[in-house]
């Protein structure tokens, strides 16, 4: 059973917008924090932003009032709203659920997000 499922990723061209969705599933507990990460080819992994239990927001300098990460905990989902994307930002994007007071984390399968120039 996945325990964070991704959606909305696509091909689109510069300057347009994608949102993503990440449904976590109802098993996890004790979430700490909830992030983007993306990995483009050839490229370490990198957090795109994440957003605490609290809804404290960070962002990776290069997204930052291009990106937008929100959670809706009524529906246990965790969304990434992308506007202005770049071809640079073309990777992997992945769903991530940190655990409070636990080494391991949670991973979606990635979605594939694709920026033409």
């Known amino acids: 059973q996945e325990q964070l499922v991704e959606s909305g990723g696509g091909l689109v061209q510069a300057g347009g917008s994608l949102g993503l969705s990440c449904v976590v599933s109802g098993s996890i507990r004790g979430i700490r924090a909830m992030g983007w990460y993306r990995q483009a080819p050839g490229k370490q992994r990198e957090l795109v932003a994440s957003?605490?239990?609290?809804?404290?927001?960070n962002y990776l300098a290069s997204v930052r009032g291009r990106f937008t990460i929100s959670r809706d905990n009524a529906k246990n989902t965790v969304y990434l709203q992308m506007n202005s994307l770049k071809p640079e930002d073309t990777a992997v994007y992945y769903c991530?659920?940190?655990?409070?007071?636990?080494?391991?984390?949670?991973w979606g399968q990635g979605t594939q997000v694709t920026v033409s120039s």
């Open positions: 957003i605490s239990s609290s809804g404290s927001t």
């Open positions: 991530n659920a940190a655990i409070m007071y636990a080494p391991y984390a949670y």
